[in-house]
């Protein structure tokens, strides 16, 4: 029995089409961070033709809209093969999306609170050598892709790092905090500097959230 992340499958309306979650805070809400041009251009249109593409490629399958997207994620070898890899691209970058939306908040408090902090220090000695690690992983993703903290099949915590949008999921690994390292992400108030985008994004951290995810996910 696969336990599911309770805040990211209800993105998933009653066997209705997916649905793009909500924004809860505005477009310059993690500003100096993130921008407000990058945050509206990455939720209304990048987000939103992950999304369109997702539902287009599960139009002639009624069946497949009635699942979560993380049960389509967690096997692709179940899915159609003539959707598979749109369903890989777009319902990677939906989730992925909606997980990095949650993760992000102009209230962070900046270095992880009660279990996640525990845990993160119990794995990887301190906070300061997690974020090295985890910041490394994202600078060192060659092109397009993700930096993860997941929890991993021993119910371990995992830095690691995915290409393009494919999903942790699939590798049976379970996301509790990620960072978009694509350049749609920050090139157009970080131009190529990649580093300084990781390094500020840390202060938008929600581990309120990340907590509370770990703790559902563990
Ligand atoms: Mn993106």
Known sequence: ???????????LLGGKMFALPTLKYSF??????????????????HHQAYLDN???AL??????QTKYVEELLIDLNLVPEEIRTAVRNNGGGYVNHALFWEVMSPESTKEPIKDIKTAIEN?????????????????NRFGSGW???AINEN???????TANQDSPISEGKKPVLGLDVWEHAYYL?????RQEYIENWWNVVNWEYVDQLYNASN
Do not use: C
Request: proline share 3%; glycine share 2%; net charge neutral.
């Open 1 to 11: 029995m696969i336990v599911f992340h309770i805040d990211i499958h209800k993105y």
């Open 189 to 193: 108030k970080y131009h190529n500097r």
């Open 123 to 139: 794995t990887f000695g301190s906070f300061d050598n997690f974020k090295q690690q985890f910041s490394q992983a994202a600078l």
């Open 155 to 161: 119910k371990q915590l995992e830095i690691m790092s």
């Open 147 to 149: 930096a993860w903290l």
């Open 59 to 64: 139009e002639k399958y009624p069946d497949l």
């Open 54 to 56: 997702l539902n287009k």
């Open 28 to 45: 310059s809400a993690i500003e100096p961070y993130i921008d407000a041009q990058t945050m509206e251009i990455h939720y209304s249109k």
